[in-house]
Nanobody
C-alpha cells in the first residue's frame, strides 16, 4: 500500500493561486497514476486532474483546464497541483489519490489509496 500526504491548502481571494502537494511513500511502484479530487459540501467527489507518472501524461476536468496544472517530481515522489485564477466554485476539500493506471481516472471509486484532505477556500 502507498501512503499519501497532501498539503498546501488555504484561503485565497478569487483570482488568486495555491499549490497543493501530495507526497507518496511506501509501495510507490503501485501508484503510477496520481490524481487530485475535490469534494464540496453536499456534492459528490469529483476528479480534478491526474498524471501518469512514468510518461508524464496529464488529464484534467473541463472545469479546471487552462487554470490548474498537475506536475510531478519523481525524485521526491511528489505530485503538485498548481491552481491559478481560482474561483469561489473551486472551494472544496481536495484529496490526492493513487492507483496503478489512469484508466477511468476521474472516478473516485476506482482509487484505493487516498491521502488526507486539504481545504481550499476561495472567497469572492
Amino acid at each position: 500500500q502507498v501512503q499519501l500526504a497532501a498539503s498546501g491548502g488555504g484561503s485565497v481571494q478569487a483570482g488568486g493561486s495555491l499549490r497543493l502537494s501530495c507526497a507518496a511513500s511506501g509501495k510507490t511502484y503501485s501508484s503510477n497514476c496520481m490524481a487530485w479530487f475535490r469534494q464540496a459540501p453536499g456534492k459528490e467527489r469529483e476528479g480534478v486532474a491526474a498524471t501518469y507518472t512514468p510518461g508524464g501524461s496529464t488529464y484534467y476536468a473541463d472545469s479546471v483546464k487552462g487554470r490548474f496544472t498537475i506536475s510531478q517530481d519523481n525524485a521526491k515522489n511528489t505530485v503538485y497541483l498548481q491552481m491559478n485564477s481560482l474561483k469561489p466554485e473551486d472551494t472544496a476539500m481536495y484529496y490526492c489519490a493513487a492507483k496503478t493506471y489512469c484508466i477511468a481516472w476521474a472516478s473516485w471509486r476506482a482509487f484505493s489509496s487516498w491521502g488526507q484532505g486539504t481545504q481550499v477556500t476561495v472567497s469572492s
